[in-house]
Nanobody
């Protein structure tokens, strides 16, 4: 079992930055790929970014490439999502997830077994 707790969300103006953190419990964190997903009201959950268990590969939704960066610190059992140049369309609840997807399925939420409770990101125009 892996328990995930997100933090770092908030209200920011367009063009601003936020860094989300996801702290994981359990000794097997380094065995899991980690992903960030988001869901806006009335919309489906969508993939944002993912990182492989060994920190070698990263994957991004096209609309966040060049603005968002996913990283992990296995010593701290934590995954991060640095979000720069935020836009109002980035407004959503952001969730981190742990699983064992394999390329090219990192963006498929069904490949993730454990989920956090979410943190809200609101970008004002």
């Amino acid at each position: 079992q892996v328990q995930l707790v997100e933090s770092g969300g908030g209200l920011v103006q367009a063009g601003g930055s936020l860094r989300l953190s996801c702290a994981a419990s359990g000794r097997t964190f380094s065995s899991y790929a980690m992903g960030w997903f988001r869901q806006a009201p009335g919309k489906e959950r969508e993939f944002v970014a993912a990182i492989s268990w060994n920190d070698i590969s990263t994957y991004y939704k096209d609309s966040v490439k060049g603005r968002f960066t996913i990283s992990r610190d296995n010593a701290k059992n934590t995954v991060y999502l640095q979000m720069n140049s935020l836009k109002p369309e980035d407004t959503a609840a952001y969730y981190c997830a742990a699983g064992i997807p394999r390329h090219p399925y990192y963006s498929d939420y069904r490949r993730y077994d454990f989920w956090g409770q979410g943190t809200q990101v609101t970008v004002s125009s």
